[in-house]
Nanobody, 128 residues
Framework: QLHVVESGGGLVQPGGSLRLSCAAS????????IGWFRQAPGKEREGVSC????????YYPDSVKGRFTISRDNAKNTVYLQMNSLKPEDTADYYC?????????????????????WGQGTQVTVSS
């Protein structure tokens, strides 16, 4: 059974950095699209970074471009989200999802789709 588990969230000051991890179990990440999504209280969920593990293609919305970097370590079966220059508006619950068929643009643009696997989320708070 496919499972992804997020970790690495926490409290960070504005301007700081965090690295989130999305670890897969029950399947290998080869030939999957992995997406990071976030949802703040009272706001819509949005895709913030997506990567295709077989060709390395990535997608970022303008809201995080230049600050967030998604990467994968196939040997560790894990995808990372490096978040730099964090802002209070980055505060949200962050989720990862895995899907065999989606492209990076499609996945990041459809944050409510029933992908192959969704994690339970990790909370990120950016505050002084």
């Amino acid at each position: 059974q496919l499972h992804v588990v997020e970790s690495g969230g926490g409290l960070v000051q504005p301007g700081g950095s965090l690295r989130l991890s999305c670890a897969a179990s029950g399947f290998t990440l080869d030939h999957y699209t992995i997406g990071w999504f976030r949802q703040a209280p009272g706001k819509e969920r949005e895709g913030v970074s997506c990567i295709r593990t077989d060709d390395g293609s990535t997608y970022y919305p303008d809201s995080v471009k230049g600050r967030f970097t998604i990467s994968r370590d196939n040997a560790k079966n894990t995808v990372y989200l490096q978040m730099n220059s964090l802002k209070p508006e980055d505060t949200a619950d962050y989720y990862c999802a895995a899907d065999r068929r989606s492209t990076v643009q499609a996945m990041c643009g459809n944050p409510y789709f029933g992908y192959d696997s969704w994690g339970q989320g990790t909370q990120v708070t950016v505050s002084s």
